[in-house]
T-cell receptor, first 108, second 113 residues
Framework: EDKVVQSPLSLVVHEGDTVTLNCSYE??????LLWYKQEKKAPTFLFML????IEKKSGRLSSILDKKELFSILNITATQTGDSAVYLC????????FGTGTSLTVIP | DVKVTQSSRYLVKRTGEKVFLECVQD?????MFWYRQDPGLGLRLIYF???????EKGDIPEGYSVSREKKERFSLILESASTNQTSMYLC????????????FGSGTRLTVV
């Protein structure tokens, strides 16, 4: 059965901390892995990863994919309260599969 | 900017009512999807459509139906709303295959009382 598993389910950190969110998957005909950020409304796109070992960066966020070990990580450095959100991992294969998300709370 | 618009942000309906959730996208996308999102369960696919008048069941179609009479519009219908259908409903669209990921609508939070 195809699945996407995210960990941890929730996380509380202080501003300035660095966090690592994990996404592992077992998906037939893997095509891409995507990260979304969801704040009280619809998810917004962060990254799409298709190749192993190539880091994608956007400001304080970065992500990398390991297609051999079937996982991805999303790093956030120097966290801010505005980073508080649910972070969703999704994998495309024959269909689109979502993880349940990691809820990140950044406290001042 | 690709836009996926859901007609209502918040809805409160009574048990047994027929409920229509509307979704419109403006980028000529072939594929449209309806999900519901519940705490601890993540996003679950209800129905999707690859083309006009075409629909496919997702993982949890029971109690729902859909309509796609025009390419830009995908409607989710709750034939007889029940309290266990209280949820956040998200519409999404994508061009071509799944490869490129979704563009989501802003969501409709439905409460059935």
């Amino acid at each position: 059965e195809d699945k996407v598993v995210q960990s941890p389910l929730s996380l509380v950190v202080h501003e300035g901390d660095t966090v690592t969110l994990n996404c592992s998957y077992e998906v037939t005909n893997f095509r891409s892995l995507l990260w979304y950020k969801q704040e009280k409304k619809a998810p917004t796109f962060l990254f799409m990863l298709t190749s192993s070992g190539i880091e994608k960066k956007s400001g304080r966020l970065s992500s990398i994919l390991d297609k051999k070990e079937l996982f991805s990580i999303l790093n956030i450095t120097a966290t801010q309260t505005g980073d508080s959100a649910v972070y969703l991992c999704a994998v495309t294969g024959n269909q689109f599969y979502f993880g349940t998300g990691t809820s990140l709370t950044v406290i001042p | 900017d690709v836009k996926v618009t859901q007609s209502s942000r918040y809805l409160v309906k009574r048990t047994g009512e027929k409920v229509f959730l509307e979704c419109v996208q403006d980028m000529d996308h072939e594929n449209m999807f309806w999900y519901r999102q519940d705490p601890g369960l993540g996003l679950r696919l209800i129905y999707f459509s690859y083309d006009v008048k075409m629909k496919e069941k997702g993982d949890i179609p029971e109690g729902y139906s859909v309509s796609r009479e025009k390419k830009e519009r995908f409607s989710l219908i709750l034939e007889s709303a029940s309290t266990n259908q209280t949820s956040m409903y998200l519409c999404a669209s994508t061009a071509g295959g799944f490869y490129y990921g979704y563009t989501f609508g802003s969501g409709t939070r439905l409460t059935v009382v």
